[in-house]
């Protein structure tokens, strides 16, 4: 099946710093991927979708100039976290489809700000 | 926009017993539906999905069913075993797989010995 993969896994970082996540569609190419949020013993929240070539297109509630993404190639797509604080830890998971099947997720990436 | 709820969050069965977990949703225009297991730490992973042309899909000891009148579909477990325990997760979405996805608020299911 097909392939996403994200990158880091886990990352710790300081308040009031960024971090870049990666989402990575191995084997195929991916227009739009999703990127959702998962505080711990909850749901998935989609945050935004990621459209190669074009702006993101953010949830009511998530700050665009807070999580930026970029969609620069049909294969990738990063979200960075900017002016990271402690309530923005979280589980950080991407998905992109192939050919509209079904939903690929990433490993998710596990944010930590202390 | 689309809202799915999930009934039971915690379901707690014995080792052979089957299992059942509901959704809905309100949105009309959903028409792909998708369960998903998730363990502590992991990525969602696909168990089966059903798209609205169809009532009812199985697969081993796995089946969902799918009421489009009322908005409402069913996730079903058959002769669980202590390896089925994880989260559960039920979404919907318009048009397939790569839309974005709606999840349900989820299922901690335990099978017990």
């Known amino acids: 099946g097909a392939v996403v993969s994200q990158h880091p896994s886990w990352v710790i970082c300081k308040s009031g710093t960024s971090v870049k996540i990666e989402c990575r569609s191995l084997d195929f190419q991916a227009t739009t991927m999703f990127w959702y949020r998962q505080f711990p013993k909850q749901s998935l929240m989609l945050m935004a979708t990621s459209n190669e070539g074009s702006k993101a297109t953010y949830e009511q509630g998530v700050e665009k100039d807070k999580f930026l993404i970029n969609h620069a190639s049909l294969t990738l797509s990063t979200l960075t976290v900017t002016s990271a604080h402690p309530e923005d830890s979280s589980f950080y998971i991407c998905s992109a489809s192939y050919q509209n099947t079904e939903a690929f997720f990433g490993q998710g990436t596990r944010l930590t700000v202390v | 926009g689309e809202n799915v709820e999930q009934h039971p969050s915690t379901l707690s069965v014995q080792e052979g017993d089957s299992a059942v977990i509901k959704c809905t949703y309100s949105?009309?225009?959903?028409?792909?539906f998708p369960w998903y297991k998730q363990e502590l730490g992991k990525r969602p992973q696909l168990i089966i999905d059903i798209r609205s042309n169809v009532g009812e899909k199985k697969d081993q000891r796995i089946a969902v069913t799918l009421n489009k009148t009322a908005k409402h579909f069913s996730l079903h477990i058959t002769e669980t075993q202590p390896e089925d325990s994880a989260v559960y997760f039920c979404a919907a979405s318009r048009g397939g797989g790569g839309n974005k996805l709606t999840f349900g608020t989820g299922t901690q299911l335990k099978v017990e010995l």
């Open positions: 949105d009309s225009a959903s028409n792909y």
